[in-house]
């Protein structure tokens, strides 16, 4: 569904041409190495990018220009895919099409775009202390908004003890720590560095052609050096070692298990279609074991849920429990996984699962923001196409989830209680 095309050395278009919407959208993306040293600065910059330009130096003239071109979204994006840190941009705008004849919305937006990656606003040769400081706390804020969600939390925890010796461990955006010892320099010493050695993906989708497409992105990008680009890649664990269980106590009045589970299946390898339909079976719906067996029927959960990252090959079942139940629906939970793996999984519940996926996949090519999502996780790590993913989907028999079932292996029991419980 998306034709491929290389405009520069290290710059990819992957184009969609549909009539499908009246909106046309496109996502630029800087691909980096996630990791601890520059987690916080590839979360900052973005947002200090977008703050101010030279042609337009505050927030006020850029919303302006935005509304001028008939209210163009045009947010930023800090994405994590396996160990591969996207940093960049996502615009949201009318297509041409639908405007009076002469008028466009495409052009000027990249211009805009090219103004905010090339064109920052600047004091002493670096980014504008002020606007570098605001933006600091404003990262900071959110990550330390993610104390008061305690689900978020736990899940978060676990994964750092899950994947403590892999840069997967660091969160997405960093540590408040980290944010800040971030200097206008020293960010302005990363920006070049992002610049010069990222390779970058670009996804667009709207009614223009994909040579249209990449014309007006080569206007955008200058010629690098094809040598500098930086190495981006995942580890990936078939299983693991042995099983870690991790116990931290907060002020909660309900605790959080989260249980992390190694696959040894990534959304390229070919077992992940049956991985993704063997999720929605043990936990990823209402129709799933975990949900009807565990929640339901032994009211062991307030809730319960299984999720794939697919370009890490992990599962996450994430639950809310009473203090006292931890070790009765720890091993309930367990025991659904345990069917699965001996083949109890009935041609009811693969029909309902399937269903729920392909509904879901179907959907995301309803949503522009949602096929740039898909698309661009592609650029990281090959899969398959939607429609081809769903007719394997409808190919798969029992027998092919119980087989991945048996590649699953559990790896870290995080638990979150109270500290009274």
Known sequence: MTKNIVIAPGVTLRAMQTDKFKT?????NFLRPHCRQTAAADALLPSVLLRATEKYPDIRSISMHLDELYGTSFGTLVRRKGEVKLTGFYADFIDDAFLPDGEGVFEPVTEFLQEVLFHPLTENGCFC????EGEKQNLINAIEAELNDKRSYATSRMLETMCETETYGTPRLGY???VRSITPQSLWE?????LQTSRIEIFYAGRRTPEEAAAQFAKVFPVRDADSFVTVGTQVRRSAQEVREKTEALDVTQGKLVIGLRTGITVSDPDYPALLLLNAVYGGGMT???FLNVREKRSLCYYVSSSLEKYKGLMLVSSGVAFESYETAKQAILHELEACKNGEITE??????????IFALRSAMDSPARLDEFYIGNAVSDGDDIPELIGKLNALKAEDLRLA???LSVDTIYFLKGEEA
Not at 190 to 194: A, E, G, I, P, R
Not at 348 to 357: F, G, K, L, W
């Open 24 to 28: 046309a959208c496109f996502s630029v």
């Open 129 to 132: 202390a002020k606007n570098v």
């Open 176 to 178: 408040a720590e980290d």
């Open 190 to 194: 990363h920006y070049q560095t992002v």
């Open 288 to 290: 799933s074991k975990l």
């Open 348 to 357: 009811e519940e693969i029909s309902q699962a399937r269903s729920i996926v």
């Open 405 to 407: 079932a048996q590649k």
